[in-house]
């Protein structure tokens, strides 16, 4: 049985990704994710340092008055693995993304990102 308390790391760790996508901070979305991270999608292919320069590049949606409209869908948890999966609303997009984590070391960490734009054709 998964404690209440793995349930809030894993939302904090949420909490923490969608703020570092809205307000563009690298550094926080580094600190949740593995170093040997993947992010995939339809057609790319990315490691996590060419996703963070991307994000790095790209407008800030905080600064350019963007809602902060990201939603939590769901989280599950079986042993030292879970599943989150989100409603990511960016700039034009509205990215479902389902996040793998691993506890290792006592400590979750994203390990893979796969995502899909629902606008998209």
């Given at each position: 049985m998964t404690s209440i308390n793995e349930f809030e790391l894993l939302y904090d760790i949420v909490q923490d990704y969608f703020d570092g996508l809205h307000y563009g901070d690298v550094?926080?979305?580094?600190?949740i994710f593995h170093a040997d991270a993947f992010l995939k999608a339809p057609g790319s292919r990315r490691s996590l340092e060419q996703w963070?320069?991307?994000v790095a590049s790209r407008p800030v949606p905080s600064q350019q008055g963007r809602s902060y409209d990201f939603k939590l869908l769901s989280i599950e948890v079986i042993k030292d693995q879970a599943m989150v999966k989100l409603e990511c609303p960016l700039f034009e997009h509205r990215y479902i993304d389902f996040l793998g984590l691993l506890k290792e070391d006592g400590c979750w960490k994203i390990v893979t990102k796969m995502?899909?734009?629902l606008k998209a054709e």
């Open positions: 550094e926080k979305l580094r600190s963070l320069s991307a995502y899909t734009d």
